[in-house]
């Protein structure tokens, strides 16, 4: 399934409440992704890590964090500073080296209840 | 920063007829540009890229259309079948100190009716 593993697939939140996504890969790549899907407003971009140790603020930073201590894992935590966390979360990786293909994980849907 | 633009948001279309989407892009230093279709429930999948020094790929029947100097690029899709019915995503990636940020556009709802 491509080496890029995300959990939960559904997670439920109360209001209020933080909450973390996971998402792990074992293809050996640089950069990760997470983008947040909605209907009608295709992938947009919260953050992305290039190397380990470091981040960049994607489009629709706010509310998120991340953290990037080992190079197979980008976990995202999504804040009660979020105004509107539900929604389809996707988690990608590409290679520096050889083929830029974007590897995606399975997406987790978190709806707050 | 990068902003990818992609048109038309929905596309309905005959099978056996052709299919194009348009997307452009703002950030002259992106020079990879990948397509990505995801099935209903699925996760998005690459279909074909172009990098900047080529004009033009074919995978079949897909090709992809690049032009630098507009800053545009189109998926062409030819004789469709229903099971070419998915969103599409084109994005845009730039090289040097942005490499890796990859920006899609909002995506192409094509429906392929028998």
């Known amino acids: 399934d491509g080496g890029i593993t995300q959990s939960p697939k559904y997670l439920f939140r109360k209001e209020g409440q933080n909450v973390t996504l996971s998402c792990e890969q074992n293809l050996n790549h640089d950069a990760m992704y997470w983008y947040r899907q909605d209907p009608g407003q295709g992938l947009r971009l919260i953050y992305y890590?290039?190397?380990?140790?470091?981040?960049q603020k994607g489009d629709i930073a706010e509310g998120y964090s991340v953290s990037r201590e080992k190079k197979e894992s980008f976990p995202l935590t999504v804040t009660s500073a979020q105004k509107n966390p539900t929604a389809f979360y996707l988690c990608a990786s590409i290679s520096r080296q050889g083929s830029t293909e974007a590897f995606f994980g399975q997406g987790t849907r978190l709806t707050v209840v | 920063g990068e902003n990818v633009e992609q048109h038309p948001s929905t596309l309905s279309v005959q099978e056996g007829d052709s299919a194009v989407i348009k997307c452009t892009y703002s950030d002259s230093a992106s020079n990879y540009f990948p397509w990505y279709k995801q099935e209903l429930g699925k996760r998005p999948q690459l279909i074909i890229d172009?990098?900047?020094?080529?004009g033009e790929k074919k995978d079949q029947r897909i090709a992809v259309t690049l032009n630098k100097t507009a800053k545009h690029f189109s998926l062409h899709i030819t004789e469709t079948q229903p099971e070419d019915s998915a969103v599409y995503f084109c994005?845009?990636?730039?090289?040097?100190?942005?490499?890796?940020?990859?920006?899609f556009g909002a995506g192409t709802q094509v429906v392929v009716t028998p």
């Open positions: 172009i990098r900047s020094n080529v």
């Open positions: 890590s290039q190397i380990v140790n470091d981040f």
């Open positions: 994005a845009a990636m730039p090289q040097g100190d942005s490499w890796g940020k990859l920006q």
